[in-house]
């Protein structure tokens, strides 16, 4: 087995110190070697006297001289030690891109230095980490006490739930060697590391259990927790982030899961003294030391007598602060301490560095209680002293009337909510009483905001503010709020919420805080916190309906839909008395009249208020009398107005929001100026918003006379369609527009719509309130550009089929995107400024283009991604407009243009990317960034690689991933060992824990590929690199040797293919689909990657006994012995890919061993039939003395059957020997494809030979097995 590293400097698997089995292992901290210092690229001069390099650092945060951790935990705290233009410096590095450190490296590594960090960076921009000598045994000790503890509450967890193997998560980083210890105590459980609030978000499992190993307040002081970055100024404000963290915790734990947290038990700052007495002159010395170099409480003058201590000053000094050993050797002048008399030391100069204490309030446990208690119910809650550390303080100092702290201990069940989300929608949905489909709700609903502006009108009336209300209506809006009588039951919850404002203000800020998750709070997403909160099932119901509406009522007074609507709500009334179910309309009157006037900002006007109410009175009317239902209200509505048209109009006029005009619009067009301008009341606001009702009214009969009048049966059948439609997402864009563009935007979504229900919500998906009106704007603007000309209704019959054969399409000359949801069919509006859209990639794609893709910043290449698939689906859209058979119909100038300029656009980025997508050192990172930041980029320049990611075929299962993470897998060690990163190419801790579990707890190092194996494939690769066409050939066969599985490709080529053998069809299809030249590959280039492709799985079947090794004559034919490299280190990363822990050194041996014989055939050595021969042979000589010695067994001092003399075998005729060979050759062959490939005949002949399987093992020498 391999070891990689071993222990420079203190021993810390020293006996004395405790151990468990665990620590004997490895060091754990992965400490470096100086040999290692040139292969690491470390530099000797960046490592102080006094602290040993390691590839890990201890979890917990170690405080600075200077504050915050010298771990970078905290780096906020000494930013005052940098000018601000080497603040700005790192502020610019970003830590994820190897490269750029590495050009930086020497400016960091002064700059940590010059602020106490702990952190250095290598030549090759890798971190590792400086572990000062006197915490390494001290951070081994806590890290024992910790694991000690956990271990305790996972078995605990494990016999509660009965439940054999857990999902541990653990908020750490994921080397943390807490995690690590636990996974190989633990090997039936997986530890997911969690090192950032992306990570919870993102987590597609839940959790059993749930490890703190610190301080929740340290913890999101963390740089991977602290997203804001800076340092929380308040015990407030810094409870407000715990909260949000266990809010999220929360949220990934499993019902009836666990939390457990074990951190330093810290001891806020007190004039409380003890008498202490330090048992050794040494211990004192060392104290008063201690007391110069910090800032403590008290000054002492150091005694061999018992002292008189602060516990704070005391605590600090048992916990250790690290110093640099240049700042001791100043103040001692370089002499030891114990050099030094008491009174030479009393005498020293005090430095007075800082105490700095954790971002842990001084009221620790209180804090905790007061956090934990809302989401979790205690199990237990109580310090805890590991028994060395008691018993290592006892040898070291007797302190009377004080314990010093240690660490503190928390267990939690997750709490149940009092309702299930999911139950209260259900019973809303049963009941018809909400006004909205969760889906369609609008974005702004669905927020803290909207509901406490609802309330904050509920609170109003209840007060009597009735300030700008009619008083017809204000009587009969407050009559629930003041008649008991008069109340609905759930009006109670509503009230109850109206005077809990402030505390929703406060959850808000705690669930949300600084507004991390968005401007916008959902609420949709965080109605469990509020029943954790202490709300009621009823107050969780009411805020529900705020979001999604009272009723349809609000909906309709706005011209959403119809009054027909509320069959629903009568229908719930029809269960209550009459007297309830007039109740529960006067509720929901109420309600949608805090909704609508929370929604618009402002009072509603007397008109909104008067439609309300006679919507009510009607509803009443269909609630007391049976006879009456909403269908006749309605054709009897149509009937006073003159017909569905003018209901039509009244309808749009209440969706742009002119109400005044509802009962006049059909007279306003007669009147003239003076007329309009004294309706008005000579109020330019108000004369505009008649101009604008008039100009909705002649829009109206203009598109009838236009597209209606061929057919007397088409504008009926239109306006009865619009009033069938349940419309979403109107209000606040309808209200600001144009009423002649609205009716544009209508007539077109109406026309192509196939459902009942239109969506208008995404075009203001994801956008701050404060940007609304800009956005209508843009909206308004594109809705004037549209040519009337291109509204016929056969036009928009062609874009309807588009729309409903491919799901979505654009409106022509447009950025305005039409596409049909999922389950509703519902049709949704979007939009995107096309022209606004190239100009910006244009300039994104300028900027990056010089870069290498792994290179291209993060947020760049999603911002490509972003705005181009936008642009692909308007190129798409008009591509299928472009091919409708015989009729495809005229395009906007403006629109050819568009599409000319992304074709451009798309045939430059597709260059760049094929150009620099395969390059050798960077194919993986290259195709990595791709499927993980810009899927429809990786679409639309290799889809056949992005089509196998949906691929699910009946080989998959051998694998953990599907095939493109397979080849992604492949790609990634092949470039580690391109790069010679071998620490890479294996998962270390993986192999380690295999070694666990092949050679017990006591094995060290790890199992898998060898150093020599690696050293030599890195030299056949860096021979093959230097064949640039061979090389190129060789990795583009990697990516695409999978594509013969997808059934759209080899759908047409089914007689022709064998997809048993997937290399062979996938080499037909490179050729019959030109795949090669598509992606820059021909001539001889070409010829190797079909070669290769075709032959990839050759060793991969030999070792697997799929194939006879004979088969390697069609590669030996070639006569190239780098085809027959490239061939082997293909199948070196496939295999190692396929299942890591199973590509061990042994395996890796059968590769080496079938190259050895090819080599040497093709160097003429020998040929393919001699070397057969001769194993056919060895083979049949063995069974031969099987059979001699089967009966009597081996000769005395005979250890195995290979190592008997040639004259103990009875001689046998040479044919009868090749005949026996073959037969031995290919019964091992068949225990092979049976999986049994560590095992010869030679092995089997030993064991009927009565040979112990300890012999056999022993005389094998695996190195893995």
Request: aromatic share 10%.
């Amino acid at each position: 087995m391999n070891k990689r590293f071993s222990v420079e400097g203190p021993d810390p698997t020293r006996d004395d110190q405790g151990f468990s089995p665990t620590f004997l292992e490895e060091d754990p901290f992965l400490f470096i070697k100086p040999s290692e210092y040139e292969y690491l690229g470390i530099i000797p001069s960046d490592i102080p006297i006094g602290t040993i390099p390691a590839l890990r650092h201890p979890s917990s945060q170690i405080p600075s001289r200077w504050g915050g951790s010298v771990y970078g935990c905290g780096i906020f705290e000494m930013c005052y030690l940098m000018s601000p233009e080497e603040l700005r410096f790192l502020q610019g590095i970003s830590f994820e891109r190897p490269n750029e450190i590495q050009r930086h490296h020497k400016k960091i590594n002064e700059l940590y230095t010059k602020i106490g960090l702990l952190i250095r960076y290598s030549r090759m921009g890798r971190p590792y980490y400086l572990i000062p000598v006197h915490l390494v045994s001290n951070s081994l000790t806590h890290i024992r006490a910790k694991v000690e503890e956990i271990s305790k509450i996972v078995s605990f967890h494990k016999k509660k739930y009965t439940k054999e193997d857990l999902v541990i998560g653990a908020l750490t980083h994921k080397d943390d060697l807490i995690t690590q210890d636990l996974a190989i105590r633990f090997k039936e459980h997986r530890f997911v590391p969690i090192e950032s609030l992306k990570d919870i978000s993102k987590l597609d499992e839940v959790l059993d259990l749930v490890i703190l190993a610190s301080d929740p307040f340290e913890i999101m002081e963390m740089k991977k927790f602290n997203q804001g970055g800076t340092q929380r100024s308040s015990k407030k404000k810094a409870e407000q982030y715990v909260m949000y963290l266990l809010w999220k915790i929360y949220g990934v734990i499993k019902p009836g899961g666990e939390i457990f947290i074990i951190a330093h038990h810290q001891l806020p700052r007190t004039n409380e003294a003890a008498i202490v007495r330090f048992r050794t002159e040494h211990e004192a010395k060392s104290f008063v030391l201690f007391s110069h170099l910090f800032r403590t409480q008290n000054t002492y003058q150091g005694s061999t007598e018992a002292m008189k201590v602060n516990i704070s000053d005391l605590q600090h000094y048992v916990r250790g602060r690290y110093v640099e050993q240049e700042v001791i050797s100043g103040l001692l002048k370089g002499r030891d301490v114990d050099q030094f008399t008491m009174e030479e030391l009393n005498s020293l100069p005090r430095r007075y560095f800082p105490l700095s204490t954790p971002a842990v309030p001084a009221d620790q446990a209180i804090s905790w209680n007061k956090l934990l208690t809302v989401f979790f119910q205690k199990i237990f809650f109580k310090p805890y002293i590991f028994k060395p550390v008691r018993q290592e303080w006892e040898s070291r100092f007797e302190a009377k009337g004080f314990n010093p702290r240690y660490m503190l201990t928390y267990l939690g069940q997750k709490r149940a909510v009092r309702k299930p989300v999911r139950e209260i929608l259900k019973e809303l949905s049963d009941s018809h009483l909400s006004g909205c489909p969760v889906e369609f709700v609008a974005e702004y609903r669905d927020s803290f905001d909207y509901a406490m502006r609802t309330l904050g009108v509920i609170e109003k009336l209840k007060k009597g503010n009735v300030e700008g209300i009619p008083e017809l209506f204000s009587d009969r809006l407050t009559e629930p709020l003041e008649i008991k009588k008069r109340r609905f039951p759930s009006l109670n919850d509503v009230i109850k919420l109206s005077s809990r404002i402030p505390h929703l203000e406060r959850i808000q800020d705690r669930i949300n805080p600084d507004r991390l998750e968005g401007t916008r709070t959902s609420i949709l997403q965080n109605l469990e916190a509020l029943s954790l909160f202490g709300f009621s099932p009823g107050e969780m119901r009411e805020l529900l309906l705020i979001v999604l509406g009272h009723s349809k009522m609000g909906r309709i007074v706005s011209g959403k839909m119809t009054e027909k609507s509320l069959q629903g709500l009568s229908a719930l009334a029809a269960t209550y008395s009459p007297q309830q179910g007039l109740n529960l309309l006067r509720y929901c009157t109420l309600l949608t009249m805090a909704e609508m006037e929370a929604s618009k900002g402002s009072l509603l006007s007397g008109e909104q208020l008067s439609e309300l109410f006679q919507l009510h009175d009607s509803a009443a009317a269909v609630i007391i009398n049976r006879d009456i239902d909403w269908n006749r209200l309605l054709d009897k509505e149509i009937t006073l107005l003159g017909g569905t048209r003018n209901k039509v109009i009244k309808q749009l006029l209440k969706m742009i929001g002119h109400f005044e005009f509802l009962n006049n619009w059909n007279d306003l067009r007669a009147k003239g100026a003076m007329e309009k301008e004294a309706i008005a009341d000579f109020d330019p606001l108000r004369l505009s918003r008649l101009k604008n009702a008039i100009r909705l009214v002649s829009a109206v009969e203009h598109f009838e006379r236009r597209f209606l009048n061929e057919n007397p049966l088409l504008a009926p059948a239109f306006y009865r369609k619009i009033l069938d439609i349940e419309f979403h997402g109107t209000g606040h864009l309808f209200e600001q527009m144009e009423s002649n563009l609205v009716l544009v935007l209508l007539w077109i979504a109406v026309n192509v719509s196939n459902g009942e229900v239109i969506n208008f919500n995404p075009l203001f998906s994801e956008l701050n309130p404060s940007d609304i009106i800009e956005r209508v704007r843009e909206i308004e603007n594109e809705t004037r550009g549209i040519s009337i000309e291109h509204l016929g209704i056969p036009l928009l019959n062609q874009l309807k089929d588009q729309l409903h054969s491919h799901g979505k399409s654009f409106i022509a000359g447009t950025g305005f995107k039409l596409s049909i949801g999922g389950v509703s069919q519902a049709l949704e509006i979007s939009h995107s400024d096309i022209a606004k859209s190239i100009k910006i990639i244009s300039s994104l794609f300028s900027e990056i283009s010089n870069f290498n893709v792994s290179d291209i910043p993060p947020e760049k290449l999603s911002a490509l991604e972003a705005l181009f698939s936008e642009l692909d689906d308007f190129h798409q859209s008009h591509l299928m407009l472009l091919g409708q058979a015989g009729n495809a119909p005229s395009m906007p100038a403006k629109q050819i243009k568009w599409f000319k300029r992304i074709n451009i656009l798309r045939d430059q980025i597709k260059a760049f990317f094929l150009r620099t997508i395969f390059l050798p050192d960077h194919a993986y990172d290259n195709l990595k960034a791709l499927y993980e930041l810009a899927p429809s980029l990786l679409k639309f320049i290799f889809p056949e690689i992005a089509a196998l990611d949906a691929y699910e075929g009946a080989g998959a299962g051998k694998r953990v991933a599907g095939p493109l993470k397979y080849i992604l897998e492949t790609l990634r060690k092949l470039q580690a060992l391109i790069q010679r990163k071998r620490e890479s190419f294996q998962d270390i801790q993986l192999l380690h824990r295999v070694a666990h579990k092949e050679f017990g707890p006591m094995a060290t190092g790890i199992v898998g590929v060898s150093e020599e194996q690696l050293s030599e494939v890195e030299l056949i690769v860096q021979r093959l690199k230097g064949q640039g066409i061979l090389f190129d050939a060789m990795i583009k066969s990697l990516v695409f040797r999978e594509i013969g599985k997808l059934p759209s490709l080899s759908r047409s080529y089914s007689t022709r293919l064998n997809l048993a053998d997937i290399g062979r069809a996938t080499a037909v299809l490179i050729e019959k689909e030109s795949i090669a030249e598509k992606y820059l590959t021909t001539g001889a280039a070409k010829a190797k990657m079909h070669f290769l492709i075709r032959h990839h799985g050759l060793f991969l079947h030999i070792v697997r006994g799929e194939y006879s090794f004979p088969a390697v004559a069609e590669i030996l034919a070639k006569g190239s012995i780098n085809l027959l490299d490239a061939l082997f280190l293909q199948a070196f990363v496939i295999l190692s890919s396929v299942r890591e822990e199973l590509f061990l050194e042994d395996m890796a041996g059968m590769l080496f061993y079938m190259r050895s014989l090819c080599a040497g055939i093709l160097e003429k050595k020998t040929t393919l039939e001699d070397e057969m021969a001769r194993v056919y042979k060895k083979r049949g000589r063995l069974f031969n003395a099987l059979e001699a010695y089967r009966e009597s067994g081996l000769p005395e001092g005979i250890p195995s059957l290979e190592k008997l003399p040639p004259e103990k075998i009875p001689p046998i005729d040479e044919i009868i020997e090749l005949k026996s060979g073959r037969m031995v050759f290919a019964l091992e062959r068949l225990m092979r494809l049976q999986g049994i490939r560590y095992v010869r005949f030679a092995d089997l002949a030993d064991s009927l030979l009565n040979v112990s399987t300890k012999s056999i093992y022993m005389k094998r020498s695996l190195a893995n097995v």
